[in-house]
DNA sequence: GCTTGCCTTCAAGTACACATTAAGGTCTAT
DNA sequence: ATAGACCTTAATGTGTACTTGAAGGCAAGC
């Protein structure tokens, strides 16, 4: 398979592609005769891989880490459960921030009414959680 | 309260916070006699609103958009309501999205094998997904 | 009166994640 | 054999969302 046709297959374009070849998210690529990518399922599925981990929030540098870690010989299991892991802490976070914020439109579409503003509770609320993150680091 | 303040109320740094404001993210903030800004509660819910909206992945455009229609005088409630809600479906489609990274992550993790890579039938499932997009648009 | 610490504006710099362009090679069809 | 549609690398450009730096003003404390 072509560069446009796993572009096709994935809906990374080609140069994100080769972009990813090069910072090694994913593994250096067969070539053709010609030296054109021949591109197989396994990098398929390296690249659908990436891609989820990308739209879940996950910079390419972090993956690549990851990665790294992942191809190596060593046997780092347990190093990789671990990112895994907190990738997935990272992850599940960001969810919960994101439902915070759909209850919040959520309740100003109930309420239509001022609806731009934090009002005062709420905003107590993230000063407090404010306060809290500040004191966990 | 000055804008040092303000930062740390919000957690927003003083520079954001200026290019808020010179954004029309936020309002006109009020001036001391020597040019200073002050900044007031009310202020300090909309930087808070902001956050909220950009954590939730809305972008400085949008926003701005979303928010000058919101001081415009007329009354287009119903234009606010539907962008509100607009955002809302984005809101949750990411949401939706980021729990099937996590529920996918959780399956690699349980079954500690062959993890980095997407599996056959998900793959089939994800480009089943893809064409159903294209064909949407 | 000088340092410290806050503030101001405006311009330029930075990081990320690609996208685009340039210059050229190969293959297929007409 | 010339066009068209792919491909290659390498360098440069782009958009977003700020951050940083320069140059200076104001007020308090030593």
Redesign the interface.
């Known amino acids: 398979m072509n560069i446009k046709e796993a572009s096709e297959?994935?809906?990374v374009s080609s140069a994100a592609i080769r972009y990813y070849e090069k910072e090694s998210l994913i593994p250096e690529i067969d070539r053709t005769e010609v030296g054109n990518r021949d591109i197989d399922?396994?990098i398929?599925?390296?690249i659908?891989?990436v891609t989820?981990?990308r739209?879940?929030?996950m910079s390419i540098d972090s993956l690549r880490r990851y990665?790294q870690l992942?191809d190596a010989q060593e046997d780092n299991?347990k190093e990789?459960?671990a990112i895994?892991?907190e990738?997935?802490a990272v992850?599940?976070e960001?969810?919960d921030?994101?439902?915070?914020?759909?209850d919040?439109?959520?309740y100003?579409?109930n309420h239509?009414y001022d609806?731009?503003?934090?009002t005062e509770e709420?905003?107590r609320e993230?000063?407090r959680q404010?306060a809290e993150k500040k004191a966990n680091q």
């Open positions: 297959k994935t809906g399922d396994r398929i599925r390296r659908t891989f989820q981990m739209a879940a929030g990665i992942f299991t990789q459960k895994l892991q990738q997935l992850m599940e960001k969810r921030d994101l439902q915070s914020a759909i919040h439109l959520n100003k579409l239509f609806h731009m503003e934090t709420e905003l993230l000063e404010h």
